[in-house]
Protein backbone atom coordinates (compact mmCIF):
# COMPACT_ATOMS: atom_id res chain seq x y z
CA UNK A 1 0.00 0.00 0.00
CA UNK A 2 1.11 3.49 -1.33
CA UNK A 3 1.95 6.36 1.61
CA UNK A 4 -1.65 8.46 2.74
CA UNK A 5 -0.50 11.92 0.49
CA UNK A 6 -3.87 13.69 2.45
CA UNK A 7 -6.03 13.31 4.74
CA UNK A 8 -9.53 15.48 4.51
CA UNK A 9 -10.65 17.04 7.62
CA UNK A 10 -13.84 18.73 7.13
CA UNK A 11 -16.87 19.26 10.21
CA UNK A 12 -20.95 19.81 8.41
CA UNK A 13 -23.11 21.78 10.39
CA UNK A 14 -27.01 21.11 9.59
CA UNK A 15 -28.42 24.73 9.00
CA UNK A 16 -32.35 25.15 7.86
CA UNK A 17 -33.80 22.72 6.47
CA UNK A 18 -32.36 20.97 3.64
CA UNK A 19 -29.17 23.10 3.90
CA UNK A 20 -25.74 22.24 5.06
CA UNK A 21 -22.54 23.97 5.89
CA UNK A 22 -19.23 22.54 5.68
CA UNK A 23 -15.73 24.08 7.33
CA UNK A 24 -13.02 22.25 5.14
CA UNK A 25 -9.56 22.30 7.08
CA UNK A 26 -7.12 25.11 4.95
CA UNK A 27 -9.79 26.87 3.51
CA UNK A 28 -11.35 30.17 5.16
CA UNK A 29 -14.85 30.01 3.34
CA UNK A 30 -17.44 27.40 4.34
CA UNK A 31 -19.28 25.47 1.21
CA UNK A 32 -22.87 24.94 1.16
CA UNK A 33 -24.82 22.25 0.32
CA UNK A 34 -28.36 21.96 -0.64
CA UNK A 35 -31.12 21.38 -2.72
CA UNK A 36 -31.89 23.17 -6.28
CA UNK A 37 -34.18 22.20 -9.49
CA UNK A 38 -35.41 18.45 -9.53
CA UNK A 39 -34.04 17.48 -6.26
CA UNK A 40 -35.96 19.95 -4.64
CA UNK A 41 -39.15 18.71 -6.41
CA UNK A 42 -38.34 15.62 -5.90
CA UNK A 43 -38.45 15.69 -2.11
CA UNK A 44 -41.00 18.46 -2.26
CA UNK A 45 -39.16 21.12 -0.50
CA UNK A 46 -38.87 25.10 -1.17
CA UNK A 47 -35.68 26.24 0.75
CA UNK A 48 -34.56 29.73 1.65
CA UNK A 49 -31.59 29.70 -0.70
CA UNK A 50 -31.06 27.12 -3.15
CA UNK A 51 -27.47 25.75 -3.18
CA UNK A 52 -25.75 23.03 -4.87
CA UNK A 53 -26.37 19.45 -3.46
CA UNK A 54 -24.16 17.02 -2.88
CA UNK A 55 -24.37 14.94 -6.02
CA UNK A 56 -23.22 17.94 -8.08
CA UNK A 57 -20.04 18.36 -5.79
CA UNK A 58 -19.50 14.24 -6.66
CA UNK A 59 -20.15 14.15 -10.49
CA UNK A 60 -17.89 17.65 -10.98
CA UNK A 61 -15.11 15.64 -8.56
CA UNK A 62 -15.28 12.64 -11.03
CA UNK A 63 -15.57 14.63 -14.58
CA UNK A 64 -12.40 17.22 -13.34
Same mark, same amino acid.
Given at each position: M? =? /?VHTSRIK &?? +?EQGPT???IIEGFSEPVYYGVHGGIKKFY +? /? =?PE +???AATLDH &? /??AVGG
Amino acid at each position: MG =E /VVHTSRIK &IF +KEQGPTRRAIIEGFSEPVYYGVHGGIKKFY +K /V =EPE +KEHAATLDH &I /VAAVGG
